[in-house]
């Protein structure tokens, strides 16, 4: 499938489309530069979640800034619940959105979007087993991109894809490379206490 007909993010995901969709409904280049990007998933056996999403946006012109900040603060939530509808539709489940929050906040010239989602039905569950994928679904990244995803402590993997960059106990990290990246589908089971 073409990339660049694949959605955008979820969580990377979810602050690059509130932001780009914001500007490109009023059809002009997004007037500012996506510095950083973090994206954590913390997963439970259940199959919900909790994405936390973080942007650092560079404007080189402070009244864009501004009118940024406002348009952001007036439309971010029914953008994000419209971007999950999308996304339920596309991976054939209704993923719930419990509770979002967002906050902004400027640090040494970069405005800092983060983007916290309590989310249900996020992965499925079958005999146990949870599985993170989300069909065809991409993560948009940036040059400086990282992915995270935590397990619950005694999670065993019994698959990951893509491979992740590094382990560190419980949690899965990549740091992508290209424009976008597939939605790790991460395939666990819970270990022994």
Do not use: C, H
Not at 63 to 91: I, L, M, P, R
Not at 125 to 141: A, C, E, F, N
């Amino acid at each position: 499938m073409n990339q660049k007909t694949i959605f955008y993010i979820l969580v990377a995901f979810v602050v690059f489309f509130v932001v780009t969709q914001l500007f490109m409904s009023f059809g002009r280049k997004p007037p500012f530069e996506i510095v950083y990007y973090r994206s954590r998933m913390e997963y439970d056996y259940d199959g919900s979640a909790t994405f936390t999403a973080t942007a650092g946006l560079y404007f080189k012109d402070k009244q864009k800034e501004e009118e940024y900040k406002k348009q952001y603060a007036e439309n971010s939530t029914g953008t994000f619940q419209e971007y999950f509808d999308q996304v339920s539709e596309k991976v054939g489940r209704e993923i719930s959105v419990i509770s979002m929050n967002s906050t902004i906040s400027s640090r040494s010239g970069i405005l800092e979007v983060i983007e916290t989602a309590r989310l249900s039905n996020i992965a499925t569950v079958q005999d146990g087993l949870v599985d993170t994928s989300l069909k065809d679904i991409s993560i948009y990244s940036v040059k400086d991109s990282e992915v995270t995803m935590a397990l619950p402590r005694n999670a065993i993997v019994i698959s990951a894809q893509p491979t992740p960059t590094k382990v560190v106990e419980n949690q899965l990290y990549w740091y992508p490379r290209e424009e976008s990246m597939a939605f790790p589908a991460v395939s666990f089971k819970k270990g022994e206490d």
